[in-house]
């Protein structure tokens, strides 16, 4: 079955250290997107990307870097520079990055990052 | 910029009877709206979408949401609901002229607690 796989679920980093969060779709799709988390917060855009190399920063992008080498793939790294790292992260692709597409965001499960 | 409210942080209905969750936007132009549903640690999952055309939506497991111009409103509803309807909802608008293509923005979600 095509999805969104987001690895790992849980994942924890100590003060000062970066760390990446893996996200992989085979759904053959071409916009991918990172959203942040926060209770009580609804989902806020850290950045996406509509082809492969290339990619936008989205709302609270400080703190964070992508790259989207592959079509499949678009991971996020939280750098030493992100102050409050802690928080769900969920990962999203859709079927098309043409202004026309209109095409819905399907989700990954996400992973929980936490801060030793 | 666009934003989502959503006005009601909890909703407790009882096992059967009808719901309504309340989704308020601002949006300059044609908006492109959604509903999302998420359990408790995984992904969000797409009940319905509004693009254009008919303004009442259907979506899956029963869900429905009318797109109201006037209210800058997309109430999501059900006639009838069961227990496993428990969960975190969110409406989001999509960014930009692809209907989403430069990501979503997310209100704060709805809690639904159901009583038996």
């Known amino acids: 079955d095509g999805g969104i796989t987001q690895s790992p679920k849980y994942l924890f980093r100590k003060e000062g250290q970066n760390v990446t969060l893996s996200c992989e779709q085979n759904?053959?799709?071409?916009?991918m997107y990172w959203y942040r988390q926060d209770p009580g917060q609804g989902l806020r855009l850290i950045y996406y990307s509509q082809i492969v190399n290339d990619f936008q920063k989205g709302d609270i992008a400080e703190g964070y870097s992508v790259s989207r080498e592959k079509k499949e793939s678009f991971p996020l790294t939280v750098t030493s520079a992100q102050k409050n790292p802690t928080a769900f992260y969920l990962c999203?692709?859709?079927?098309?990055?043409?202004?026309?597409?209109?095409?819905?965001?399907?989700f990954g499960d996400g992973t929980r990052l936490s801060i030793l | 910029a666009q934003s989502v409210t959503q006005p009601d942080i909890h909703i407790t209905v009882s096992e059967g009877a009808s719901l309504e969750l309340r989704c308020n936007y601002s949006y300059g132009a044609t908006p492109y709206l959604f509903w999302y549903v998420q359990s408790p640690g995984q992904g969000l999952q797409l009940l319905l979408k509004y693009f254009s055309g008919d303004t009442l939506v259907q979506g899956i497991k029963g869900f429905e949401a009318e797109f109201k111009r006037s209210q800058s409103s997309f109430n999501l509803r059900k006639p009838s609901v069961h227990w496993s309807d428990a969960a975190e909802y969110f409406c989001?608008?999509?960014?930009?002229?692809?209907?989403?293509?430069?990501?979503?923005?997310f209100g704060k979600g709805t809690h639904l607690i159901i009583q038996p």
């Open positions: 759904l053959n799709h071409d916009a």
């Open positions: 989001a608008v999509g960014a930009g002229s692809g209907g989403g293509a430069d990501g979503l923005t």
């Open positions: 999203a692709s859709s079927g098309g990055s043409s202004s026309y597409s209109n095409q819905p965001q399907h």
